[in-house]
């Protein structure tokens, strides 16, 4: 069976860093593209970052280019979101999800941006 | 950057009924490999998302037949034959041929 847990979320003041994680089992972790996808309050999915089976590629989307880091440990099939310089507009449920086109989600970690 | 709009985006169904959703994509989603990776996601209320349909018009494990999926170029649509209680929460559209876009999510509640 599919499992991507993620941990790490919290509460963080603005200017504040985070790091997520996300640990999988029931698949090949080192064969899959993986991503991060966020959920404001009330709002509808984002999708964050991914990143290439090896690491040596990744995507980001234009409100956290510079901000946030993806990386991955194969080692460990753990997915990681490094999240600096946080804002207010961050806040969201954060879901590790498996492959490019998000076929497998975990249940979700809550980061919350406020002073 | 590709846009994804979501029609209409509040849809109250009678069970047993059928329902449909609309999305439209701002440029056409065929990627170079021949492949149009566009995507149905249901995500009821307090839950995650789960994905229902892959390019366009393939049912993930475990979805029920009375999800389909069709359409091509920049139109796409979700069928549900017959509207079950389990089916209420938000429906999302997502293409996948360039960055993953979502659309704004379509709200199914029950009349």
């Known amino acids: 069976e599919v499992q991507l847990v993620e941990s790490g979320g919290g509460l963080v003041q603005p200017g504040g860093s985070l790091r997520l994680s996300c640990a999988v089992s029931g698949f090949t972790f080192s064969n899959s593209w993986m991503s991060w996808v966020r959920q404001a309050p009330g709002k509808g999915l984002e999708w964050v970052a991914n990143?290439?089976?090896?690491?040596?590629?990744?995507y980001y989307v234009d409100s956290v280019k510079g901000r946030f880091t993806i990386s991955r440990d194969n080692t460990k099939n753990s997915l990681y979101l490094q999240m600096n310089s946080l804002r207010a507009g961050d806040t969201a449920v954060y879901y590790c999800?498996?492959?490019?086109?998000?076929?497998?989600w975990g249940q979700g970690t809550l980061v919350i941006v406020s002073s | 950057d590709v846009v994804m709009t979501q029609s209409p985006l509040s849809l109250p169904v009678t069970l047993g009924q059928p329902a449909s959703i609309s999305c439209r994509s701002s440029q056409r989603l065929v990627h170079s490999d021949g492949n149009t990776y566009f995507n149905w996601f249901h995500q009821r209320p307090g839950q995650s998302p789960r994905r229902l349909i892959y390019r366009v018009s393939n049912r993930d494990s475990g979805v029920p037949d009375r999800f389909s999926g069709s359409g091509s170029g920049t139109d796409f649509t979700l069928k549900i034959s017959r509207v079950e209680a389990e089916d209420v929460g938000v429906y999302y559209c997502?293409?996948?041929?360039?960055?993953?876009?979502f659309g704004q999510g379509t709200k199914v509640e029950i009349k």
């Open positions: 990143i290439k089976q090896d690491g040596s590629e990744n």
């Open positions: 999800a498996r492959a490019w086109n998000l076929d497998s």
């Open positions: 997502m293409e996948g041929t360039q960055r993953p876009t």
